[in-house]
């Protein structure tokens, strides 16, 4: 069972940046295509930003040229730096591990992080 643990979440005005960290833990992680997706109140979950294993990116057009993602392995770590924040990106932000190669089908999800803009 691999854990994901998000966490950097809270308030920020409009405008402003935030810099959310999922931790994950052994082997799994560096084999594993990493996500962000989110969730807002009465809405699906979309994704918002992937980084493969080989640190190729992909970005929901809400996310490109504002949020960038990326992931170090040595940590076990994948970061999502937001900036230029709107109201429109409050929600509650999802850190997901899709598992490749001899990990292929599995696939875990974080607890989760509240992401409030407002000024």
């Known amino acids: 069972q691999e854990e994901l643990v998000e966490s950097g979440g809270g308030l920020v005005q409009p405008g402003g940046s935030l810099r959310l960290s999922c931790a994950g833990s052994g082997d799994f992680f560096a084999y594993s295509i990493m996500a962000w997706y989110r969730q807002a109140p009465g809405k699906q979950r979309e994704l918002v930003a992937r980084?493969?294993?080989?640190?190729?990116?992909f970005y929901a057009d809400s996310a490109k040229g504002l949020f960038t993602i990326s992931r170090r392995n040595g940590q076990k770590t994948v970061d999502l730096l937001m900036t230029f924040l709107e109201v429109e990106d409050t929600a509650v932000y999802y850190c997901?591990?899709?598992?490749?190669?001899?990990?292929?089908?599995?696939?875990?999800w974080g607890q989760g992080t509240q992401v409030t803009v407002s000024s």
């Open positions: 997901r591990a899709e598992g490749t190669r001899r990990y292929r089908g599995r696939a875990y």
């Open positions: 980084v493969d294993v080989d640190e190729a990116t």
